[in-house]
């Protein structure tokens, strides 16, 4: 039933989460899994690649406000990569560009992290 | 009561009837009327108006056979209830026995004539003319009378007591063997019916006594009901079997002849035999029964009684058990169930201590816990006896451990003679999943035989049923309780919401909302701020069903208090969002759309909290998203970068104005082939209906959205609110103002 996954790859320091699918009230502890491993892992510079995610609600947004706090605390950050347009769309309208760093793919993304610039 | 009255006469008017129903009636006339006429009979002949020829004689022995016929029939009625004990079943026929002894000991003293010497002794002893029959003094009727009702009524009860004993855990072969029995005694009884009583049987006659003696054997070993009396019970009839056996024999077995002999009853045989030769022989018959039936049972029982304790402790555990059995099944509640299947195996003999062991879910997985203990403390049974250890046993077995000497388990720390002698495991086993294990220990060693641990098997197959019984009884009981309170809940919350539209000038609007689950995140409101003016909210907590409609409640309660203090839409939010952040969770945020129409300056001002954007159309058909920056309720805890983000916007409005609010349920609401709704279909159906009044436009909207889902799902809670501008010269009807409602059709 559930069509939403997430994939783990590291490149030097970052973690890179590739979310595929739709992400829902339902496969939102997926997404809270895998960035509590990376917490465990202590790997804090998260990039979320989005290219493949169709869908995300406001659950779904939900986890990324619930770690984002502890995840800066350790001088890390999520920043968020290659949305589709209708995604960027509802993170948009909610107002998340002004506390996530929404950039269009990953090198931006790892270039952001590199000059140490996070939101808030 | 009179009603009362009524029924308390019907009924003891049956009870009546039950005891002298007709059928007994008829058999106690018979009875009476028949030895009263026998008495009759004798006194004609006594006086010589009848003498033993011609009809009388057989009409007498045939009315004498039907008179004694109907009193073993009614008596056979009266006896038919089976006994409760078996030890009134020996006095009844003992009573009777000394009853006849007593009444012919006292009618033998009647016209006893002092001891004469000559050869007719035996002749004026007994009172008859011997050639005829005839009884030769008054009191030779008498005697023969009383002899002969008192000695049927003793083996009519004899037989029938005993036909009770015999038929005691009855066959089919039982019942025949008894009928048998009983035609065959009638068979030989009749075959001397008017045979002279002077004469003795005749071969044919003494042959068939044979088989009836053989039967009498046969049914002397139904023994079965010996096997379940208690040991002291069991010595109470062996004294009553020997002391009705005496009473037999000194009724039947004295011989007439010999004189010297005390005989209570002197000459009974004689008397019976003149007054019917075929009861005589029934009689005798009977008697020989009783002698050889009381025999067997006094031999049987010796035999018996070596095994008694053993037997009746088990029976008593097999009864004790199935007692337990049928309790364990009326108890639901779980404590007392455990306790009860518990306590049972020791109560019931089998064992002399006993815990039970359920699994059960904790963070470390499934655990055994011990749940009840009896007649073993919890802290003797820890330091003890590794209970655990012996739980993963059962649970790699699924079959009962037997520790027969439990000292040299490993598992076991207790020393012999600390009590813990022999231990027995059992696992409880339901639809083939263990629940868990009744563990029960005796003081000795080897203490639990096979056919205990069967019993113990038996017993917690029952136990388990009734454990997973009560556990589903539980579940259900859990899900109604959820299910009411949710229903609870759903009623709460539409209260919630505006139950009224307020009626302000210029204005119309239509609203609706419809939650996903039972409750939902989804808020809308008005609020009468002046005379002029309106506030409107619109807001979506992220998440859905119980969190996210507590949180509905609490931004109904910022709503209620904020609107009227807030001076802007911006003002409103930026006070929401301060007050939200202290309460709402980290992963919890609110959209919001908030907005305030000035009827008199015919404007209208908006804010927005990160919510869908108002969609909007004029009379010429323009259609558009509003869209302000603004960030949600809740996602910036400083409130700094929220405040900078918010915009509000104020537009002047023109008659014909529609603005719809709606939450993202809407726009999120897949098709069957899994198409999103969007922003644009919302935009042209207001286009194509931008005519018409509210209720239509709302109908419009929320038809376009049923036709678009059709087979699909609304996978979130979704409210749609249509406001239309008329102009300020417009005055809404009071029947503007009138109920809403949630919508019905929830699509799960």
Redesign the interface.
């Known amino acids: 039933m559930s069509n939403f996954s997430v994939g783990f790859r590291s490149t030097g320091t970052f973690t890179i989460l590739d979310l595929n699918g739709e992400l829902?009230?339902h496969t939102a502890s997926e997404l809270e899994a895998a960035i509590q491993k990376c917490k465990d892992d202590k790997s804090f510079q998260i990039i979320v690649n989005g290219n493949q995610l169709q869908?995300i609600?406001?659950?779904g947004?939900?986890?990324f406000?619930?770690y984002i706090?502890d995840v800066r605390e350790n001088g890390g950050d999520i920043k968020i990569a290659a949305l589709q347009p209708?995604v960027f769309n509802?993170f948009d309208?909610?107002?998340?560009p002004?506390?996530f760093d929404i950039v269009d793919n990953e090198q931006e993304a790892m270039s952001r992290f590199e000059n140490g610039s996070t939101k808030? | 009561m009179p009603r009362l009255g009524l029924y308390e006469a019907t009924q003891s008017v049956k009870r009546l009837r039950g005891r002298f129903n007709v059928r007994n009636a008829l058999l106690v006339a018979a009875v009476v009327a028949g030895s009263v006429s026998a008495v009759g009979y004798h006194f004609l002949r006594y006086t010589g108006q009848i003498n033993g020829d011609g009809m009388a004689p057989w009409l007498y022995a045939f009315g004498v056979l039907l008179t004694f016929g109907a009193a073993f029939i009614y008596m056979s009625f009266r006896y038919r209830k089976r006994p409760t004990s078996f030890i009134p079943v020996f006095w009844a026929p003992i009573a009777a026995g000394l009853v006849y002894l007593a009444a012919g000991y006292l009618v033998s003293q009647i016209g006893q004539p002092s001891l004469p010497d000559d050869l007719n002794l035996n002749v004026q002893l007994q009172g008859f003319d011997l050639d005829t029959g005839r009884p030769l003094t008054v009191a030779t009727i008498l005697k023969m009378n009383v002899i002969t009702l008192f000695q049927a009524a003793f083996c009519f009860i004899l037989l029938l007591r005993i036909r009770s004993l015999v038929n005691v855990r009855r066959t089919r072969t039982s019942e025949r063997n008894w009928n048998i029995l009983l035609g065959l005694m009638v068979f030989a009884s009749l075959l001397v019916f008017m045979r002279s009583p002077r004469q003795g049987l005749n071969v044919i006659q003494s042959l068939a006594l044979v088989p009836a003696v053989g039967m009498m054997v046969v049914n002397s070993f139904r023994m079965s009901w010996i096997v379940y009396l208690p040991f002291r019970d069991k010595l109470a009839v062996i004294g009553l079997s020997f002391l009705l056996l005496i009473l037999l024999v000194s009724v039947g077995v004295m011989d007439e002849q010999l004189l010297g002999a005390f005989n209570f009853v002197p000459f009974s045989y004689t008397f019976v035999r003149f007054y019917s030769y075929p009861l005589s022989v029934f009689f005798t018959l009977s008697i020989i029964f009783g002698i050889i039936y009381c025999t067997t049972t006094i031999l049987s029982l010796l035999f018996h009684l070596p095994t008694a304790s053993a037997f009746q402790q088990k029976a008593g555990e097999v009864a004790a058990i199935h007692s337990l059995t049928e309790l364990v099944g009326q108890v639901f509640e779980p404590d007392a169930l455990y306790s009860t299947i518990t306590a049972a195996p020791v109560e019931a003999g089998l064992a002399d201590a006993s815990w039970l062991l359920m699994t059960r879910a904790t963070e470390a997985g499934v655990v055994p816990t011990v749940e009840s203990t009896f007649r073993i403390s919890p802290g003797r049974l820890r330091e003890k006896i590794d209970v655990s250890a012996l739980y993963s046993d059962i649970q790699s077995k699924r079959k009962p451990v037997i520790l027969g000497s439990a000292p040299a388990d490993h598992r076991i720390s207790a020393r012999p003679g600390e009590g813990i002698g022999s231990l027995v495991a059992i696992p409880l086993m339901a639809r083939s999943e263990l629940l868990g294990a009744l563990m029960v220990t005796k003081e000795v060693t080897q203490g639990f035989e096979p056919d205990d641990v069967l019993a113990l098997s038996v017993y917690c197959d029952q136990a388990a049923l009734a454990l997973d019984r009560a556990h589903l009884f539980e579940e259900r009981l859990e899900k109604e309780r959820l299910e009411r309170e949710l229903a609870i809940a759903r009623e709460v919350q539409s209260k919630l919401l505006p139950q009224q539209i307020p009626c302000i000038r210029g204005l119309t609007i239509h609203a609706s909302s419809t939650p996903a689950q039972e409750v939902g995140g989804d808020y809308y409101d008005f609020a009468v701020l002046d005379e002029n003016r309106l506030a409107f909210v619109i807001a979506?907590?992220?998440?859905?069903?119980t969190s996210a409609a507590f949180y509905m409640a609490v931004m109904q309660g910022i709503f209620s208090a904020v609107s009227a203090i807030a001076d802007s839409p911006r003002a409103f939010l930026i006070a929401a969002n301060e007050a939200l952040v202290r309460v709402l969770?980290?992963?919890?945020?609110i959209?919001v759309l908030y907005g305030v129409i000035d009827s008199e300056k015919e404007t209208i001002s908006i804010a927005r909290a990160?919510?869908?954007?108002a969609a909007t159309i004029d009379l010429d058909g323009r259609a558009s998203l509003w869209r302000l920056?603004?960030?949600?309720l809740g996602?910036?805890?400083?409130g700094a970068?929220?405040a900078k983000?918010l915009v509000e916007e104020t537009r002047r409005l023109s008659p014909g104005d529609v603005f719809v609010l709606y939450t993202?349920g809407v726009i999120?609401s897949r098709s069957a082939t899994g198409d999103?709704y969007g922003f644009d279909r919302i935009l042209s159906v207001l286009e194509q209906n931008r005519h018409e009044d509210v209720d239509d436009l709302h109908g419009a909207l929320i038809g376009d959205l049923d036709s678009f889902v059709e087979n699909g799902a609304y996978?979130?809670d979704t409210t749609v609110v249509v406001i239309k501008w008329h102009g300020s010269a417009f005055m809404p009807s009071e029947t503007m103002s009138r109920m809403l409602g949630t919508r019905t059709t929830t699509g799960e």
Do not use: Q, R, T, W
């Open positions: 829902d009230a869908y609600s406001s659950a947004l939900g986890v406000m619930a706090e209708k509802v309208l909610l107002g998340f002004m506390l808030n | 979506d907590v992220s998440g859905k069903g969770e980290k992963n919890i945020f959209s990160g919510h869908c954007p920056d603004g960030m949600g996602l910036d805890p400083s970068i929220f983000s993202d999120e999103e996978g979130d």
